[in-house]
Each structure stands twice: as structure tokens, then as C-alpha cells.
């Protein structure tokens, strides 16, 4: 393997070419999945249609954390093209290789159960299945180990019984209520205006460094002086109260530091509908339309002349919800990923009896391991790829 090929120069060039705008793709994608399960909430020209759409969105966030929910799902994702730079071998590998993900969560139970497989030019690469159950991680990679592997992720777990999903619930909603009132209606402004020859209230929200700072500040802020935040936090991250509240205050010293650029998140909306949104700074203008099936969205990267557009479409009927979507640049790079998701399915647990804990895996095993990945027929072609 070419060791030289992935120098510190030509991640740091590959980030800000390729990864940083897909990476805002991805966010781009997450925001369209809020807006099709959470958003509707009527807007008027009175009414701040941004702060109503985050508040909408963690309420029934809030509301939807229940003891007995069960979720399954599954997504698949593909990249297809081809770049002639030398960073561009990644996408040729990411070209070749498929990722399908199946999951079933029992939020009542404890119990998380992911299935991950990938294939290079159709050869198995990975076969994992990772289980989470009561605090504890469990972990086989089928072809290279007949044990789960067991790891504890719990210091103290005397502590996992006092969890609960309400404490999830009080996080949420104490987020909710940071930024609202942290979200103050001077950073706003109201307007019509038409977007396609019809009349729609435009809301802006415009952020400088400055205000950045002080909303970030006033957020942490109001979250350190919420008893109930700090004893959930608390019980979740197992952390004592000190310990959460040194976590905050050095959040704050972190975005002190940094530098923020000015950014203007416009919403458009038409009295019960989402219209568009943009979002632009002086690297980067993001829009995204609604249409009939889904939405259509384009991601402008200034800094490196490049344009990704895509389409993402949903179908929601009753507990189940089908997904796709489809990303391409102004090359030939195209992302597509699709999946479902699936309320209130029958979910069982796993024998897991037949597992060793991670510190007790020999070294002579760990060899076999690694002898048996690199073997791999998909692992050689990979390295192979790399190098040529």
C-alpha cells in the first residue's frame, strides 16, 4: 500500500474540496428529514416561522421519546463516479463499495440491534452485527470471530437503572427552551415577498460573530442553570454535577474562541406550507424547494466552484416511511441512499450467552483476526486500489 497517498496536504486539500461541501450535503439531508416528519405547523405573517418550526420540530421530538416505542429500519447507500485528481482514488474506492444498514431499537427494552454489510465489486468486505442491550456492547463480525465480543460502556452501571426515557425527554425539552429564549425576535426580520409569482412571508435570521456568541452563551447558559437538565445530563453521560457543569463552561470558552461567518437563514412560507429555504454565508449558499414528491435542494460551494443538487423523496402511510435520495455535483459524483422506517414492530432479544469480554481476547486471537482481514478478498482489492 502507498502509504504517501493519503498525506496531512491532501486531506486537508480533499476537505476543502470534496468532504467539507458533501459533509453539508449530509446536514442538508437531515434538515429535509426534520422538515417532512415535523413540519406543517401553521405561519402567519405575524407569527416567526423559523422560531415556530424549531420549536414544532423538538416538541414533538419530545413527545414522540415514549417507553414503549420500537423503530426498525433499514438504509442502503451507493457513490458512483469518477474524479481524475489524486484524491479522487477515494471516490473511485466509495464507487465500488455498497453500504446496507438494518436496525431494530426497543427504546422500552433497552435493546439496539444494527446490521452493517458492505461489499468492494460484490465480495463481502464487512459482516457486523452490533447489539447493545443494558448498558452493554456486543459486537460480532461474522468470517472472523465465533464470540460476540463484549464490551461494558458503563463504569458504574448501578447507575443504568435510574435512567429513563424522561430523561431524554427533559434534555429536549430544556434545548427547546434554551433557544427560545436565547433565539431573541431582534435577530429576525419579517417580510413578503414572491417566490414564483406568488405572494409568501419571508423570515430571516441574520447571524454575525457576534450574535453567534452571545446565543450560543446564552443556550449553555440557561442549560447550566437547569437543575433538571444537569441531574438528566447527569445521570445519562454517568457524570457527576461538576463534572457536566466544567463540560459547559468549556463549550463556552470554545466558541469564544472561534470565528464565526456571517450567515442569513431565510424561511419562506405559504400559511400551512414550506415554501423554501436558504441558507447562505460568503463559502457557501444552500436552497431547497418543496415539490409534490419530496423536495429538491442545491448545495453552491463558492470556495471551490462546484454545485451539488438533489432530490430527496418520502412516503409517509400510517407507522411506515419510505425514503430516497439522489445527490449529484458538476462532475460525475453522484450519492444515492434509500431505506424505510418502520413504528411499532416486534422486536426480540438476542442470545448473546456465547460471547468473551473484549480484555480477555488473547493476542494469539487478535492475530487471527487481522490474518483473517487482510486475506479478505475485498480487503486485498481495496489496498490494491489504493496503491495502483
Known sequence: MDESFFTEKEIRKA?????????IVILVIVALAVLAFFGGKYYLSSKNSIKIFIDTSLNKLENNIAGSGTTSGDLTININGDTTS????????????????????????????????????????????????????YLYLNELYSK????????DNSNSNKISN???KIIVSSIRTALNESLKEEYFTKSW????????????????????????????????????FINSFRRITNKEETEVKKLLDNEVEKINNNKYLD????????????????????????????NDNGFVYKVADK?????????????????????????????????????????????????????????DITDREYKEIL??????KAFKRISEDISN
Open 86 to 137: 489524486k484524491e479522487g482514488k477515494i471516490f473511485k474506492i466509495l464507487n465500488n463499495l455498497d453500504l446496507n444498514i438494518t436496525y431494530d431499537i426497543d427504546t422500552k427494552e433497552n435493546i439496539t440491534d444494527v446490521n452493517i454489510k458492505t461489499n468492494y465489486y460484490s465480495d463481502e468486505l464487512v459482516d457486523a452485527n452490533i447489539y447493545i442491550e443494558d448498558g452493554n456492547i
Open 193 to 228: 415577498t414572491k417566490v414564483n409569482g406568488k405572494s409568501v412571508n419571508k423570515v430571516e435570521l441574520l447571524l454575525d460573530d457576534k450574535n453567534i456568541k452571545i446565543i450560543n452563551e446564552n443556550i449553555i447558559n440557561n442549560l447550566k442553570n437547569n437543575n433538571k
Open 303 to 359: 470556495e471551490n466552484n462546484n454545485t451539488y443538487n438533489g432530490t430527496f423523496k418520502i412516503d409517509i402511510k400510517d407507522d411506515n416511511i419510505t425514503y430516497s435520495n439522489i445527490t449529484k455535483d458538476d462532475s460525475s459524483l453522484e450519492m444515492n441512499f434509500s431505506g424505510t422506517i418502520k413504528h411499532n414492530t416486534k422486536i426480540e432479544k438476542k442470545n448473546v450467552s456465547n460471547n468473551i469480554l473484549l480484555e
Open 166 to 168: 424522561e430523561d431524554y
Open 263 to 290: 450567515t442569513k437563514i431565510s424561511l419562506y412560507t405559504s400559511i400551512t406550507k414550506f415554501v423554501m429555504l436558504e441558507v447562505s454565508n460568503k463559502n457557501v449558499q444552500v436552497t431547497i424547494n418543496s
Open 371 to 376: 490474518s483473517k482481514i487482510f486475506n479478505n
Open 148 to 155: 460476540y465480543i463484549k464490551y461494558n460502556y458503563k463504569k
Open 15 to 23: 476537505s476543502r474540496g470534496n468532504a467539507a461541501p458533501i459533509i
